[in-house]
C-alpha cells in the first residue's frame, strides 16, 4: 500500500461586504416604481382593452341580435302579409264564387218561373182560342142556318140566274154613293149580288173597316175589286159561289185582321194567295167540300194554326 501523498493547502478568498451606494439603490427603486407603474398602465390598458373588446363583442352580440330580431320580426311580417293576402283572395274567390252560385240560383229561378209563366200564358191562349173557335163555329153555324133560310126564302122568289151588280145598287139607291164619316160598315150582305162592278165608285172607302159581302151571288172577284179599302180591317165573303181566288186578289190590304170565306165552291187556295195580308189574325174556310183535307184540316185558323197555314201558302 502507498504512502499518502499530502495535498498543498488552498487559501480562501475572504468574503469583503457589499456597502450598496444610496444614488444607485435610488435609481433602482425609481426604476422599480417605473416598472411597476408601466406593469399597472400596461395591466390596466390589457383591462381595458379587454373590456373594450368585451363591450365590443356585446355590442355585436346586441347588433346581431337585432338584426336577427329584425329579420324575424320581417320574416314574419312577410309571412302574415302573405297569409292575409291569401285569406283575402281566398275570401274574394268565395265571395265570387257565392256571387256566382246566387245569380245562377237567381238566373235559373228566373228562367223558371218564366218558363212557368210562359206555359201559363201559352195555356190560357190556348183555352182562349179554342174557346174562340167554338163560339166561331158555334156563331158561323148559325149565321149560315139563318143564311140558307134567307137563300131558300129569296131563290123562291127570284130565280137562281138572276143577280144585281153593285152598280144596279147603286143606281136604285139601295146603297150609299159614298161611305159616311162615321161609316166604319160597309153592309152589302143579302142584296142578291152577282157583280161587283160599280164598287170602286164608292167614295172614301178608306172610311170602311169592315166590307160584309155575305149571302149573295158572287162567283169571282175581279183583281183590284178591293183597291180604295185601306184600312178595311175585316172582309165577309161567306154564302157566296165563288169557285176560286185569284192571286193578287187582297194586294193593299195590309190592315186585314179577320177573312171569312166559309160556305163558297172554293177547289184551291192558290200558292201566295195570302201574300202581304201580315196583319191577318182570324181566317175561317170552313164548309168548302172541295178544298184538299191534306191542306184544310178544319174551317177556322188563328194564332199558330193560321201561322202554320199561311207559311204553307206562302210563295216561296
Do not use: W
Request: charge should be neutral; proline fraction near 5%.
Amino acid at each position: 500500500m502507498q504512502p499518502a501523498i499530502p495535498q498543498p493547502s488552498v487559501e480562501r478568498p475572504v468574503a469583503i461586504p457589499f456597502i450598496p451606494n444610496q444614488r444607485l439603490l435610488a435609481e433602482q427603486a425609481r426604476a422599480r416604481a417605473e416598472a411597476e407603474t408601466q406593469q399597472a398602465t400596461a395591466r390596466q390598458l390589457r383591462e381595458t382593452e379587454q373590456r373594450a373588446a368585451e363591450q365590443a363583442r356585446q355590442t355585436v352580440e346586441e347588433r346581431i341580435a337585432h338584426q336577427l330580431t329584425e329579420i324575424e320580426a320581417q320574416a314574419q311580417q312577410q309571412t302574415a302579409a302573405r297569409q292575409a293576402r291569401e285569406l283575402r283572395e281566398t275570401e274574394r274567390a268565395g265571395a265570387r264564387a257565392e256571387a256566382e252560385a246566387r245569380a245562377q240560383q237567381q238566373a235559373a229561378a228566373r228562367q223558371l218561373r218564366e218558363t212557368e209563366q210562359a206555359r201559363a200564358r201559352a195555356a190560357t191562349e190556348a183555352r182562349r182560342i179554342e174557346e174562340a173557335r167554338i163560339a166561331h163555329l158555334r156563331a158561323e153555324e148559325e149565321a149560315r142556318a139563318q143564311q140558307r133560310a134567307a137563300q131558300q126564302f129569296r131563290e123562291a122568289v127570284v130565280p137562281a140566274n138572276q143577280g144585281v151588280s153593285v152598280a144596279q145598287l147603286l143606281e136604285q139607291g139601295t146603297i150609299p154613293a159614298q161611305v159616311p164619316p162615321a161609316g166604319n160598315l160597309l153592309d152589302l150582305s143579302d142584296k142578291n149580288i152577282n157583280n161587283l162592278t160599280g164598287l170602286q165608285t164608292v167614295q172614301n172607302l178608306n172610311r170602311v173597316f169592315t166590307l160584309d159581302l155575305t149571302n149573295n151571288k158572287l162567283t169571282t172577284l175581279p183583281v183590284g175589286i178591293f183597291n180604295g179599302f185601306t184600312n178595311l180591317r175585316k172582309l165577309h165573303l161567306t154564302l157566296n159561289q165563288l169557285t176560286t181566288l185569284p192571286v193578287g186578289i187582297f194586294n193593299g190590304l195590309n190592315k186585314l185582321q179577320e177573312l171569312h170565306l166559309s160556305s163558297n165552291q172554293l177547289t184551291i187556295l192558290p200558292v201566295g194567295i195570302f201574300n202581304g195580308l201580315n196583319e191577318l189574325k182570324v181566317l175561317v174556310v170552313g164548309d168548302n167540300p172541295a178544298l184538299p183535307e191534306a191542306k184544310i184540316k178544319n174551317g177556322y185558323y188563328e194564332g199558330q194554326a193560321l201561322q202554320t197555314l199561311l207559311a204553307r201558302l206562302r210563295a216561296h
